[in-house]
């Protein structure tokens, strides 16, 4: 079945720094790729999206390419800051875009700690 | 537009007893879903509700069920709690059609 593997954290970064935080999937036909993000205490929120290979998400600063040839859709952020730090999920739609059934699958998160 | 709200957002239970959580979803989103987190097993799938009737149900035994009223508001029911059903129970809606959910801040049950 469909499949989302994030890296594992923690990961602990100095504000500015770069980050990248890797998510590789496996799916049969073309799911749309989501990168939620939670910060403390909160729900999920939408932090970005892509519908098809090659396309870009973006959002606050932070961006991911849907690579169909190596099924990723890594997360990177050019400067990290300290109001970034939470739990970042990679996650898929089931199923693609026909009817209403629909699930996300999700990764198991990624906890970004930034440090001032 | 309001966004998706749950209640109650904090639940004690004791093993045994049954719990029922609420979520109102964002005006004009007819689909809600619902998701399990937990430490150990992360986000999982429980169900969609669209326009009243089941869509999707994920792998949880019958004791966890769902229902959706006519104005889009869905509960779900937990029977005869158990100590590993202790977790963050989230909400989700969206619109007819389109992929992205959308959040509530979620319900936070323990059972003990």
């Known amino acids: 079945g469909n499949s989302v593997t994030q890296m594992e954290g923690p990961v602990t970064l100095s504000e500015e720094a770069f980050l990248t935080i890797n998510c590789t999937y496996t799916?049969?036909?073309?799911?749309?790729l989501f990168w939620y993000v939670q910060y403390p205490g909160e729900g999920l929120q939408l932090l970005l999206k892509?519908?098809?290979a090659d396309d870009k998400g973006s959002n606050k600063g932070f961006e991911a390419t849907y690579r169909k040839e190596t099924t990723s859709f890594h997360l990177e952020k050019g400067s990290v800051q300290v109001s970034d730090s939470a739990v970042y999920f990679c996650?898929?739609?089931?199923?693609?875009?026909?009817?209403?059934?629909?699930?996300?699958?999700w990764g198991l998160g990624t906890s970004l700690a930034v440090n001032p | 537009k309001a966004g998706v709200t749950q209640t109650p957002r904090y639940l004690i239970k004791t093993r045994g007893q049954q719990v029922t959580l609420s979520c109102s979803p964002i005006?004009?989103?007819?689909?809600v879903s619902w998701y399990q987190q937990t430490p150990g097993q992360g986000l999982q799938f429980l169900f969609e509700?669209?326009?009243?009737?089941?869509?999707n149900k994920g792998n949880f035994p019958g004791r966890f069920s769902g229902r959706q009223f006519s104005n889009s508001r869905s509960e779900m029911n937990v029977s005869t709690l158990e100590l590993g059903d202790s977790a963050l129970y989230l909400c989700a809606s969206r619109n007819q059609g389109a992929e992205t959910q959308y959040f509530g801040p979620g319900t936070r049950l323990l059972v003990l």
């Open positions: 005006s004009g989103h007819r689909s």
């Open positions: 892509a519908t098809k």
């Open positions: 996650a898929l739609s089931d199923e693609g875009w026909a009817g209403n059934n629909r699930k996300l699958i």
């Open positions: 509700y669209f326009s009243e009737t089941q869509r």
């Open positions: 799916a049969t036909g073309y799911p749309s």
